[in-house]
């Protein structure tokens, strides 16, 4: 605030003070006269103007004379003492005025505390690859054989293949007893072939009777063929060979033994297939393709593998295409055999039953089934059992 004082050309600039009686006046008053020197400079009390409009009564107390009393001779005017409690209370300005009260200096703002960050939640771990199973190959295996034994389908082999290039070589015809082969993930283990009991799996063994039966293909005419069926309690018949041919009259033949299987005039039918060298298990399904069946045996059926010929070379021929199609059925089938090479048979396949060629006047009575003529007109059979033991083995009982 700017104030000029009463009469006088210089401006004082500073805050509005006024002056305070020791003794606790009324500090709204200005000092009486008689009183003390004013002790403290309050600068919150009246402007200049007040202080310069009460200076008659202040004079006397500064100068020590009454307020009735005149000026003493010698005595300095109004206007000097003024002039000296002007330049007075600028002396006293910065000691006696109070210093304004400096806010405490407030703490240093802490910055609020950091939340802790969260934990990283790690990712699931990716579930670890599958592990390829593998199998441990079997005398007389083929690929193939092992896909249908592990995979179900036969046609995978050459992912077998595929997987075990190293092991294998370059032929996938040629695989040794004892190489252990990795399977694709979705492969298995065949649970091991139950230990065989006797001959066979069958529940058969040599006694007493037999039943006479027979067995023809497309070489016999229709006529023959009637003729081999006529009063027999079981019959075979051929259905296919390899992996592509199917013999031109089994359809029409099945279904009439069929009929008589139903009817129960025939106790069992028996479809054959004549093994080629080579893929067991790919000769076999071509076989269930043209019986049609593909799943459990119905009662009345049977099935057989005809080894002779050229595929005598390779036992594994026989077991590869008898896995497959005990794989499918959950039924071994008949081995047709000349008796020469009945225990290589019986060595490739224990479980399967035998269907021994043995023509003489005397079948052998060791074997289920056994062939003792090829004429005349059509082969002539013999299961050596009672009719008991043939629906057992049709599966009746």
Known sequence: ?????????????????????????????????????????????KSLDQLDSSLPQLAPVLTGRKPDQGRPSGAPSDSVLWSELHQLLARLEPAAAPAKAQPSPKPPAQA????????IKSSPKPPA?????????????????????????????????????????????????????RLPVDGSAPAPSPAPSGNSSEPWSPGAGALNGADSSSWQSEAAFEQSIQGEQWTAIKAAQGTG??????????????????????????????????????????????????????????????????ALNDPGTLRNAANYIHQVTGTWPLIYVSASQMSAAQKAVPQAPIWEAAWGPAPDRNVP???????????????????AALDKFAGWA
């Open 245 to 310: 041919y199917t013999d031109p009259t089994f359809q029409s033949r099945w279904n009439l033994l069929g009929q008589k299987v139903a009817s129960g005039s025939m106790k069992l039918r028996v479809a054959y297939d004549f093994l080629d060298p080579g893929d067991g298990a790919t000769q076999a399904k071509h076989f269930l393709d043209v019986v049609g069946i593909h799943g459990k045996l119905p009662a009345g059926t049977r099935l057989a593998l005809d080894w002779e010929g050229p």
């Open 112 to 119: 609020p505390a950091k939340p802790s960050p969260a934990p």
């Open 369 to 387: 089934f056994v062939q003792f003529s090829d004429g005349p007109t059509y082969d002539h059979d013999v299961f050596n059992g009672s009719t």
């Open 129 to 181: 690859p599958k592990a390829n199973p593998t199998y441990t190959v079997q005398p007389g295996d083929s690929l193939s054989a092992i896909a249908q034994k592990t995979l179900g389908d036969a046609n995978r082999w050459p992912e077998i293949f595929a997987l075990n290039r190293g092991v294998i070589g370059a032929n996938p015809n040629v695989i040794h007893p004892g190489q252990v082969l």
């Open 1 to 45: 605030m700017a104030v000029r004082l009463s009469g006088k050309n210089d401006v004082l600039r500073r805050p509005s003070l006024r002056v305070l009686s020791g003794g606790g006046g009324d500090p709204e008053n200005p000092v009486e006269a008689g009183g003390p020197v004013p002790e403290t400079i309050d600068p919150i009390g």
